[in-house]
Nanobody, 126 residues
């Protein structure tokens, strides 16, 4: 399984970016997919996740209402639309996928093996 993230870059506060993650090697018919991020000097943290059915999503409180996650199962891709960006959103963003055995599980269960993408840098200036 390979996850290729793209769409990162530099933007001013209040701007928008759209991250994409393309998966190859298999189709994710029973997998939750999502995004995590790691800011400088901090641990990696959860950002958003989505079920195969696409109607179940989870967001961290820090991004709720500003970020929108979506997935295209036919193209094996997941997107993260980031609006109203803030300097504190600056981080390396990682796409993630995990087998959950269901099309209606939208979160990453604890202790579940996660496959990670290589990360894409997002920098938001004030």
């Amino acid at each position: 399984v390979q996850l290729q993230a793209s769409g990162g870059g530099s933007v001013q506060a209040g701007g928008s970016l759209r991250l994409s993650c393309a998966a190859s090697g298999r189709t994710f018919t029973h997998h939750v997919v999502g995004w995590y991020r790691r800011a400088p000097g901090k641990e990696r943290e959860f950002v958003a996740s989505i079920s195969v059915s696409s109607d179940i999503t989870y967001y961290s409180d820090s991004v709720k209402g500003r970020f929108t996650i979506s997935r295209d199962n036919a193209r094996n891709t997941v997107h993260l639309q980031m609006d109203s960006l803030k300097p504190e959103d600056t981080a390396v963003y990682y796409c993630a996928v995990a087998f959950v055995g269901s099309q209606r599980v939208g979160y990453f269960p604890e202790n579940r093996n996660i496959n990670w993408g290589q990360g894409t840098q997002v920098t938001v200036s004030s």
